[in-house]
């Protein structure tokens, strides 16, 4: 028997992210170069892991996967926090000059759109 509930449309929460950010760099980058790429990668050290998350969450759907569901989800969220942290700590090796303010504001920004854009989701009938 096949699920009767559908995913929700999340994939596209990670579109308008990079899309917004994409927006963002091309406005900064005539100003400031090293402001343009530190917001750039802030915003994929968010926007990354976030899509694996994701993907791993909503990959079974119906209450007989409840299990697979929960092993996902945790699996999802070690995942998230491991490739962040992996991808903070060669940012900061391997990138110089940097932007912090830029690297962390745009970090935090793709944070809160996130939430705005899964509101979204959660409230769209």
């Not at 209450?63 to 490739?83: C, F």
């Not at 940012?91 to 962390?104: A, D, I, Q, R």
């Not at 745009?106 to 959660?122: D, E, H, N, T």
Request: proline share 6%; with cysteine; charged share 10%.
């Amino acid at each position: 028997m096949k699920a009767t509930i559908m995913a929700p449309p999340v994939g596209w929460i990670a579109v308008t992210q990079l899309a917004v950010l994409l927006v963002t760099v091309i406005a900064v980058s005539p100003v400031d170069v090293t402001a343009a790429y530190s917001i750039l990668i802030g915003g994929v050290i968010q926007i990354g892991p976030h899509a694996y998350f994701t993907r791993l969450a909503f990959r079974y759907m119906g209450a007989r996967q409840a299990p697979e569901i929960l092993r996902a989800i945790h699996k999802g969220e070690t995942g998230k926090l491991l490739l962040t942290v992996v991808m903070f700590a060669l940012t900061f090796s391997f990138v110089e000059p940097l932007n912090l303010p830029g690297l962390f504001l745009s970090y935090g920004v793709m944070i809160i759109l996130q939430w705005f854009c899964a509101a979204k989701v959660v409230n769209h009938k």
